[in-house]
């Protein structure tokens, strides 16, 4: 593995235990019946769709860092599919958590675009990964 990928897997394993926290708050929310999230349906739903999409693209991202190394592709284009893919964990969470932060939200504000760009930047990212692989 090149130390680019590397650093990127070290600064995305760092991670880990922010997802840790995410998954301890969400359960006490639920025993403890916080206010604003067992009563509100959308803020509960896109909470729970944000815990779970930052652990498996965490380790989507991790695999995917073994992958890119393997590529033909010039060191710019590496570097960019590298960042495109670990974006994905970053921004698609921060959309599904930031657009509903207050408890009485009961729908996303324009934060939600965050999961739209981090969505374009595994489908970029993954794309130039596999063609790389090609």
């Given at each position: 593995?090149?130390?680019?990928?590397?650093?990127?897997?070290?600064?995305?394993?760092?991670?880990?235990?922010?997802?840790?926290?995410?998954?301890?708050?969400?359960?006490?929310?639920?025993?403890?019946?916080?206010?604003?999230?067992?009563?509100?349906?959308?803020?509960?739903?896109?909470?729970?769709?944000?815990?779970?999409?930052a652990g498996v693209l965490v380790l989507f991202a991790l695999v995917a860092m073994l992958y890119v190394d393997q590529t033909s592709l010039p060191e710019g284009v590496r570097t960019l599919t590298r960042v495109l893919i670990v974006a994905a964990p970053i921004l698609m969470p921060l959309g599904f958590f930031l657009s509903v932060a207050r408890p009485g939200d009961t729908r996303p504000n324009k934060l939600i675009w965050l999961t739209v760009a981090g969505g374009a930047g595994l489908a970029v990212g993954t794309l130039t990964l596999g063609v790389g692989l090609l």
């Open positions: 593995m090149s130390t680019m990928s590397l650093t990127v897997a070290g600064v995305v394993l760092i991670t880990v235990p922010t997802i840790v926290f995410g998954g301890v708050s969400l359960l006490t929310f639920l025993m403890r019946d916080v206010p604003g999230y067992r009563d509100n349906p959308v803020r509960r739903g896109l909470w729970r769709a944000g815990h779970a999409h």
